[in-house]
């Protein structure tokens, strides 16, 4: 595959042409646009939203997208959105195997939801993982519910977008609007990893506070695609997700047909290796809200919809500290994955590919072993390495799914890993 290219930074007005002279200047909407191409519009915002929240991106492409026959439903039995389609939430701290690679199928056959809140297409989140061990071909997904972040565990992917294309590594993420066509082809079989359907409002960098202007997350080191389009008129199979459900039609050329294209509405690849991680360099365990990568807003200030937060590696420093995570119950509930290595509060039993829910309110915190370790540890300078978990942290409880519960690898014993701690009060 030749080398792909790329444009930099979070929320920049990008522009970019497969061919010269394909993009309009001056105008949106000239009488012709230029190569015969057809103008079409995708807007992520009200047309109204302010200026800093406004999202839309202008396509110039071979046909526009209502070209396409008409739908009909097509089956998923995994993939769940919303809170209605959740089965039950228990009050356990509940954690889960890595996913077994062994189905065929591509990425679509392959997602399947752990846990679903929200309402689809309205707030909330879906948190889900996928396998793929074949390309998606002459297949598109367009997901109109829901903004997708995918987490790659294993296998390289090659995400083909109506902008162009990305690929993205284990360690990285790929970012896709609501509403824009995409394949997920997997570089390196089987592909695992994981995906957080977002409904509510699409991600932003998180306010830095007194860190400051620049730190976390830094804006440049956001990749957008570059124009590219498929050549011939092909078949293609559009499936998409449309009110909680999936639907199928087909039309006789590419969705991925855009020549040229200007905006701010763009899929994203981004590198957890960029990540500048804050953490103490005194005492005391920060909240991690720190490590927030993207966040969701919700209408309620501070309340995130959903944040995206990695634990990467980094230098342990704290003084008198207990260094990994306190123990706790929080309102907000947290879904997490490994994409490698240890979990400091779990060095054992989370294993990459496998992921843990830990509901609102549910109280958790570091194994036995862990709490152990790490009371007893020397508390030299120590880094945390060849390690990446991550958590999707959103304001609603997560109802699991019936095959989160029955049929994923959920541990029956995971409660276990706290049973050794043992009341060591001495007055
Ligand atoms: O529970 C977890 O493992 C995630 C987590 C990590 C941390 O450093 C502080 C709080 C928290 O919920
Ligand atoms: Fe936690």
Partial sequence: MTELTYLTGFGNQH?????????????????????????????????????????????????????????????????????????????????????????????????????????VGITGMGALAYVATRAMGRRALVNADAEMLLVPQQGRLLVTTELGRLEVAPGSIALLPRGMAFKVDPLDVPARGYVCENFGAAMRLPELGPIGSNGLANPRDFEAPTAWHEAE????????????????????????????????????????????????????????????????????PGWANVDFVIFPPRWMVAEDTFRPPWYHRNVMSEFMGLVLGQYDAKPEGFKPGGASLHNSYVPHGPDAEAFDKASGADLRPHKLDNTLAFMFETRWPLKPTSWALNDAPLEKTYADCWRDLKDDFHA
Wanted: net charge negative.
């Fill in 15 to 119: 522009s970019s042409e497969a061919v010269a002279g394909a993009l309009p200047i001056g105008r949106n909407s000239p009488q012709k646009a230029p190569n015969g191409l057809y103008a079409e519009l995708l807007s992520g915002s009200a047309f109204t939203a302010p200026r800093a929240d406004n999202q839309r991106t202008w396509m110039y492409r071979r046909r526009p997208s209502v070209v396409v026959g008409g739908y009909e439903p097509l089956a998923h039995a995994l993939w769940k959105s919303g809170a209605a389609e959740g089965e039950r939430a228990p009050p356990d701290p509940l954690r889960w195997g890595p996913t077994p690679l062994a189905t065929e199928g591509d990425f679509v056959d392959g997602l399947r939801s752990y846990a679903v809140n929200g309402e």
């Fill in 233 to 300: 008129d092909v078949d293609y199979e559009i499936v998409k997700r449309y009110g909680g459900q999936l639907w199928r039609a087909t039309q006789a050329h590419s969705p991925f047909n855009v020549v040229a294209w200007h905006g701010n509405l763009v899929p994203y690849r981004w590198d957890t290796a960029r990540f500048m991680t804050i953490n103490t360099v005194s005492f005391d365990h920060p909240d991690p809200s720190i490590f927030t990568v993207l966040t969701s807003p919700s209408d309620t």
